[in-house]
């Protein structure tokens, strides 16, 4: 099973809502990312958990809140967003760093409307 | 440093003829590469992965990519086009730490009938 989940599919927030989006591995990865896409551009890395640390910040800002409660699960909890975040937010989940070639494996995304 | 540079931003093919994306990367390290595709509205599908074990890789719906360490290139091709392949697609390397992975900008296949 090569399956990330991610919910919602869909987000409409307003500027002042709090929301959160969901990721969920059963791979035994110990890898979690989560990632910002916008309309025909790459996919921009956000955050990296590894061992359910948070191992990178791509100077994000603090309007975004990354959490992992466990290996399995990792949330991106969301508050007083601006326009200009409306995109696709992609999770992925990958094997543990130094396990050789490691490949990510990616959910559907959640599409992110900020009104 | 790690980079992935694909050389065409959109490809046109007409359907049942050969595809050919092209990425070169830049790397300090023995490279890990991959190549995902993207349909719209869709996440990322992992294709194929290079491992060192073999340059030619064989990967999902057909593609396969080969590793030429003396152009640093790593081009995924198809023999024969399918309306099903056109989508966007990225040529991605890893860091050596293995948790650090830096895309190429894209390369965007439309199918012809």
Redesign the interface.
Known sequence: DTEVTQTPKHLVMGMTNKKSLKCEQHMGHRAMYWYKQKAKKPPELMFVYSYEKLSINESVPSRFSPECPNSSLLNLHLHALQPEDSALYLCASSQAPLAGVIAQYFGPGTRLTVL | AQSVTQLDSHVSVSEGTPVLLRCNYSSSYSP?L?W?VQHP??????LL????AATLVKGINGFEAEFKKSETSFHLTKPSAHMSDAAEY?C?V?HP?????Y????T?LTVIP
């Open positions: 890990s991959f995902y509205n869709k996440g990322l599908q992992l992965k290079y491992t060192s990225f991605v890893s730490t293995g948790n650090q992975f895309f190429g900008t894209g965007s």
